[in-house]
């Protein structure tokens, strides 16, 4: 049995919003899970992280990744951007639809296709170690309920987000929303203006008749709904509302603190909306952290739960909480140098990127200084 001991942590950020921040100096893994959580704790034969003081987080989640297959991003021409949000801290990914794939089939046969391809391809080879949940179904006029069985037992289980494909108006989308959630899907959906050529235009009274179960990118990919809009879809649903970096930041700024003073925190979710014609942010998800937390009011532990726990409990995985029976996939943070702050925290209050010392993705370490992040005051060392 492989152990890891991480010892000496300052402050540990649990990401679940019910009690976000756990008592405790450290933490130990075995085979990738996490098997306790306590004060002073000590393994035999185990390799020891010492935090020395620093602030420990589950890895972040990004709720909205248009991935096509292995670690490229075509309508950027870029390579190598997902390894880059590693070293921002994200360890798991999961995909709105592999929408900029040049050439992307537009049948049901080949959006069918182009799901399981990537699905199968991310689960068989993670691009830098990054869990990437891909092939998201691109909703396609034509499909009918047994589609979604086929593609059930094929391992796909996202509905990328509605609007992107054919199929855009709620007539047309809420019936095969019920097939998908017959079948164990989860169902995300385009909300605001256009984004890309050939998507459309999507309203609250859209989202509200067709049910999906994340109203993808509440504020704007990047064109956002009025926040009328916004009103009764908080209101009137229960959906994951997700905030994008990519998208409008007064609308994000409006819906966490209304969100706030309506108890509805446990409902946000953090994505890039990345690749997209706004383009690549290695840094996304913890500069919506910082957004929210130094703009917006949010503590920082709980902006860390938007971006790791809830998004973990609206897909249900096993993950983006630092808890006994979860895969260790853990950031160790501290402020950055020239920073206010006087802790990962602190700094995130102040609106700065906390400097990352360590990834670790089901207990390994694969980020040993982070590339893209300001470097920590004090780093974590593996001993």
Request: hydrophobic share 40%.
């Amino acid at each position: 049995m492989k152990k890891t001991l991480i010892k000496h942590i300052g402050t540990i950020g649990s990401g679940d919003i019910s009690c976000p921040i756990l008592e405790g100096n450290s933490i130990l893994i075995e085979d990738g899970i996490i098997t306790a959580i306590g004060t002073d704790l000590a393994a035999d034969d185990a390799v020891v992280i010492d935090a020395n003081g620093t602030t420990a987080t589950p890895g972040l989640i990004d709720s909205h990744v248009h991935t096509t297959i292995g670690d490229f991003a075509p309508r950027q021409k870029t390579m190598d951007f997902i390894s880059s949000a590693l070293h921002g801290g994200v360890t798991t990914m999961i995909s709105a639809g592999e929408c900029h794939l040049p050439g992307r089939p537009k049948d049901p046969a080949g959006t069918k296709a182009l799901a399981v391809l990537a699905s199968k391809s991310f689960r068989n080879a993670r691009p830098s170690g990054v869990k990437v949940h891909g092939g998201s179904l691109i909703l396609e006029k034509g499909l009918v309920e047994e589609d979604f069985a086929e593609l059930q037992k094929e391992g796909v289980w996202i509905v990328g987000e509605i609007g992107l494909g054919s199929v855009k108006k709620p007539e047309d989308a809420a019936p095969m929303v019920e097939w998908a959630h017959k079948h164990g899907f989860k169902v995300q959906m385009h909300t605001g203006g256009t984004s890309i050529p050939g998507s459309s235009t999507v309203t609250a009274d859209d989202v509200i008749a067709t049910g999906p179960d994340v109203v993808s990118h509440i504020n704007g990919g990047p064109t956002a709904i009025s926040l009328a809009e916004v009103d009764r879809i908080m209101d009137e649903t229960p959906f994951a509302l997700e905030i994008v970096q990519c998208g409008n930041p007064k609308v994000a700024d409006y819906v966490a603190k209304r969100a706030a003073k309506k108890d509805m925190l446990g409902r946000v979710i953090f994505g890039n909306d990345a690749p997209s014609g706004t383009g690549l942010i290695p840094l996304g998800i913890l500069r919506n952290i910082c957004q929210l937390s130094s703009i917006s009011n949010i503590p920082p532990e709980i902006a860390i739960c938007m971006a790791s726990g809830n998004t973990a409990n609206v897909y249900n995985l096993n993950t983006g909480i630092i808890a006994v029976g979860k895969e260790a996939d853990l950031i160790l943070m501290d402020a950055p140098m020239g920073s206010v702050g006087t802790s990962a925290f602190e700094a995130i209050e102040a609106g700065d990127i906390p400097g990352i010392s360590m990834v670790l993705i089901d207990g390994e370490i694969l980020v040993n200084k982070s590339r893209n992040t300001p470097p920590a005051v004090t780093p974590a060392v593996k001993c």
